[in-house]
């Protein structure tokens, strides 16, 4: 069964670090383009970050420089290494799969849930 | 305030059709084939509905359709069921920069 699932998400005071992991089952995570979308809390999508399968990376203008998307082929786990937390990051964050690396994400993982607050 | 704009809300009485419009700008939606729609029910993850503008997944009702005219995409959910109420975002590749972007979503509701 294709899977994903997001671990690492906490309550975090402003400032910290945290680290979330997405582990993928049913499919390899060094084959495809992977991303990280959040939802703030009673809010709309908004998209944060993609590495593409040949490792390029991208990233939204709200993370940029505090942010860092990476994986590991040999545990089939992405990862979003998150610095500087702002109280505005916190949403629950969801890893998807895209297909193509142009918006066509259609494996999602539950989400875990990153609470920035002192 | 999000790149593409939906309306927030939408409704319709079951077996009716309802179109959901999302427009964005000749950088997103308008310069692009990549527009997907996800549902998204309450507490749940999003579901891809519709990409590339009219593509189904499979697996997803053919009562579920996408297009595009311009800068702005839409899409139509025709013979309304119980189960279609959810949220739905629209959302378009945006180029290297801003990769990809999303509506601000749009809640429907089944009467």
């Known amino acids: 069964e294709v899977q994903l699932v997001e671990t690492g998400g906490g309550l975090i005071q402003p400032g910290g670090s945290l680290r979330l992991s997405c582990a993928a089952s049913?499919?390899?995570?060094?084959?495809?383009?992977m991303s990280w979308v959040r939802q703030a809390p009673g809010k709309g999508l908004e998209w944060v970050s993609v590495?593409?399968?040949?490792?390029?990376?991208y990233y939204a203008d709200s993370v940029r420089g505090r942010f860092t998307i990476s994986r590991d082929n040999s545990k089939n786990t992405l990862y979003l290494q998150m610095n500087s937390l702002r109280a505005e990051d916190t949403a629950v964050y969801y890893c998807?799969?895209?297909?193509?690396?142009?918006?066509?994400?259609?494996?999602w993982g539950k989400g875990t849930t990153v609470t920035v607050s002192s | 305030q999000s790149a593409l704009t939906q309306p927030p809300s939408a409704s319709g009485s079951p077996g009716q059709s309802v179109t959901i419009s999302c427009t964005g700008t000749?950088?997103?939606?308008?310069?692009?084939?990549?527009v997907s729609w996800y549902q998204q029910h309450p507490g749940k993850a999003p579901k891809l509905m519709i990409y590339e503008v009219s593509k189904r997944p499979s697996g997803v009702p053919d009562r579920f359709s996408g297009s595009k005219s311009g800068n702005t995409a839409s899409l139509t959910v025709s013979g309304l069921q119980a189960e279609d109420e959810a949220d739905y975002y629209c959302?378009?590749?945006?180029?290297?920069?801003?990769?990809?972007?999303f509506g601000g979503g749009t809640k429907l509701t089944v009467l």
């Open positions: 049913g499919f390899t995570v060094s084959s495809n383009y």
């Open positions: 590495i593409y399968s040949g490792g390029s990376t």
């Open positions: 998807a799969r895209d297909r193509d690396g142009y918006n066509l994400m259609d494996v």
């Open positions: 000749s950088s997103d939606v308008g310069g692009y084939i990549y």
């Open positions: 959302s378009s590749y945006a180029g290297s920069n801003n990769f990809v972007v």
